[in-house]
């Protein structure tokens, strides 16, 4: 299957868009999620982590009945950025001239393959972790701070899940080789610093420019790596 970074795996999802906007700030319901139901997704990623490892090992995926398995290892698919649950400040309602297409364009580009990624798949994984930690509350930029900080021999609010995880991580030997085998330049600078797409202390906009600025900066980094992803194929 040739991947295509610009394609929209909500396209696999009948009804996605059905009951959108029932709450009107946008939101898709649990049994239309591409993660766990897009068969173009999970193909996509059958082909692009089936490859050779940083730490030598050659790592082949196939669909196990579940979602993709390799060895003794069990993988979920994980968005890497979503929009909904910043969408509850109301007010960027009044200072966006058309939010629902605003939101809409949104999520478009945030269903394609540079926006998501494999998690090891088990009970308290990171995919889920991430997503309750109050000092992450699901940002992925957070969440790469913290793994930078696990190979490091630092400690982070999801220190414990990583330590979990220490058989996956060690596929990849380092931050580096996590980073680079996962297309991940676009979320770090060229000494991997990791980028913070929410300048400031804040884990949650809290105003509508923050939030409205988070979006773009969420936009840039999903555009730059379905690049990334676009040129490596080429090679």
Known sequence: MKIDVNFNFT???SGFWDGFWDSGLGNHCDNSDPDAISKTLKEYH???WSRKLPNGQVMKLADNGDYLGWGDFRFASDILITGQRYER????????????????????????????IIW??????INQVRGTCPGICD?????LDCIKKYYSGETSE???VLVGDKKFFDLFVDFKGFVDFFYLGA????EYKVKNLLPG????????TAYIRYVKNALGVIEQRNDDIKEALLK
């Open 11 to 13: 396209t696999d999802i």
């Open 46 to 48: 059958r082909i692009l």
């Open 89 to 116: 400040i109301r007010k960027v309602l009044e200072d966006v001239p058309n939010y629902r297409q605003f939101v809409e364009e949104f999520v478009r580009k945030a269903y394609t393959i540079g926006n998501f």
């Open 120 to 125: 090891p798949k088990h009970n308290n994984s």
């Open 139 to 143: 940002r992925f930029d957070l969440t």
């Open 158 to 160: 999801l220190y414990d």
């Open 187 to 190: 979320w770090v600078d060229g």
């Open 201 to 208: 202390n804040d884990v949650l906009p809290d105003n509508s």
